[in-house]
Structure formats: structure tokens, C-alpha cells
T-cell receptor, first 109, second 113 residues
Framework: LAKTTQPISMDSYEGQEVNITCSHNNIATNDYITWYQQFPSQGPRFIIQGYKTKVTNEVASLFIPADRKSSTLSLPRVSLSDTAVYYCLVAQRDNDMRFGAGTRLTVKP | DVKVTQSSRYLVKRTGEKVFLECVQDMDHENMFWYRQDPGLGLRLIYFSYDVKMKEKGDIPEGYSVSREKKERFSLILESASTNQTSMYLC????????????FGSGTRLTVV
């Protein structure tokens, strides 16, 4: 199982773009990169997944360089409600997904 | 709206009690999972099931067992609760297709006294 490393915490201000980078140096050929978001007192919520290059949805963008050893979750123009813990996972089957401690993002007014 | 429902939001049990945590999903998902979440440790996988009556150990199965008699229901059992099992327990389900991700329940905060 590929191990991931991400910052423990980040602070931002409303309206800013936030980029959270995840390192996964031993990612395997068939692994996908998935990000989850967790608000206090709730279970994590799937937000985006990618294999290579760039993926964008209504919530976020995911940038993956050619070597796939890292990935960056980009949240455009964050608001207070984006304060949450963000998890980066790498797996090729959903039974292989392991959550680390995540990145605690705090958005300030 | 699709759902994973955990039977209790908060639970207080005594040391040595047998504890059942219930999880029901209405999405006809094949896979179901039990995690526990502790401060600073993230989510740790206890057990998962990919079919009725099938189960696989996760990373921390000691002290726990599971039951899946019906596709929609996955139960976590603490045979003899201990104080170190005080935690937030999260159930999740998935279709097995990686790109749809997990759907989590809201969690059960268990306190063992």
C-alpha cells in the first residue's frame, strides 16, 4: 500500500486559493489518487479522484505531475465552510484505501 | 439521497460489556467497512466485507469482530469492551468501483467507562 505524506495543518483566509500537496513516492502503476474532506462530527466525504494530469469538478481541482509521486488538491476561493480535514489516499482497489491523519485546513475571515 | 446509517450517535458502555454497533446502507453496495478515528491518528481500518458472510481483517482487528448476514447491514462487535476502545467509529460502504469512493455514516462516539 502506497504511503502518503501531507502537511498536518494549513491556514488560509476567505477568498484565497488553497493548495494542499500530498507526497506518494512509492505509488504503483495502477494506483489512483483520491481526496476526501471531513467536517467535524461527520464522516469523510469523497471530493475528487485522478490518475494523471488534471481533474476538475465543481468542488476542487487535482493536479498530478507526470511522475505521479505527488499530487496537489486546489480549492478555489475558499470560504469559512471549507474548514475541514482533507485526506489524500492512494490505492488501486477501494479495499486498499488507508486514511492517514490528513491536513487540517482552517479558513479565517 | 443515498445513506449509510449508524444506529447510535453516542453510546456509553461499561468495561467488559458486549457492544454492538450497527450500520445499514441503502445503496445496494457490495463493500462495507468499519473504521475507528482517534485524534492525531486519522481513520484506521478495523474490518471490511466485500459480500454477505464474508469478512476481512483490516489494520487493527484485535478486540473486534464483525457480522454481515444481509447485504445492507454490517455490524461491529466488541466482545468485551475496554477503555482503550473509547473512540469514534465510522461505517462506510462502496460499490467496489474505485472512482465512486466511499459513502460514510455520521459515526458513533463510543465511550467505555
Amino acid at each position: 500500500l502506497a504511503k502518503t505524506t501531507q502537511p498536518i495543518s494549513m491556514d488560509s483566509y476567505e477568498g484565497q486559493e488553497v493548495n494542499i500537496t500530498c507526497s506518494h513516492n512509492n505509488i504503483a502503476t495502477n494506483d489512483y489518487i483520491t481526496w476526501y474532506q471531513q467536517f467535524p462530527s461527520q464522516g469523510p466525504r469523497f471530493i475528487i479522484q485522478g490518475y494523471k494530469t488534471k481533474v476538475t469538478n465543481e468542488v476542487a481541482s487535482l493536479f498530478i505531475p507526470a511522475d505521479r509521486k505527488s499530487s496537489t488538491l486546489s480549492l478555489p476561493r475558499v470560504s469559512l465552510s471549507d474548514t475541514a480535514v482533507y485526506y489524500c489516499l492512494v490505492a488501486q482497489r477501494d479495499n486498499d484505501m488507508r486514511f492517514g491523519a490528513g491536513t487540517r485546513l482552517t479558513v479565517k475571515p | 439521497d443515498v445513506k449509510v446509517t449508524q444506529s447510535s450517535r453516542y453510546l456509553v458502555k461499561r468495561t467488559g460489556e458486549k457492544v454492538f454497533l450497527e450500520c445499514v446502507q441503502d445503496m445496494d453496495h457490495e463493500n462495507m467497512f468499519w473504521y475507528r478515528q482517534d485524534p492525531g491518528l486519522g481513520l484506521r481500518l478495523i474490518y471490511f466485507s466485500y459480500d454477505v458472510k464474508m469478512k476481512e481483517k483490516g489494520d487493527i482487528p484485535e478486540g473486534y469482530s464483525v457480522s454481515r448476514e444481509k447485504k445492507e447491514r454490517f455490524s461491529l462487535i466488541l466482545e468485551s469492551a475496554s477503555t482503550n476502545q473509547t473512540s469514534m467509529y465510522l461505517c462506510a460502504s462502496s460499490s467496489g468501483a474505485l472512482n465512486y469512493g466511499y459513502t460514510f455514516g455520521s459515526g458513533t462516539r463510543l465511550t467505555v467507562v
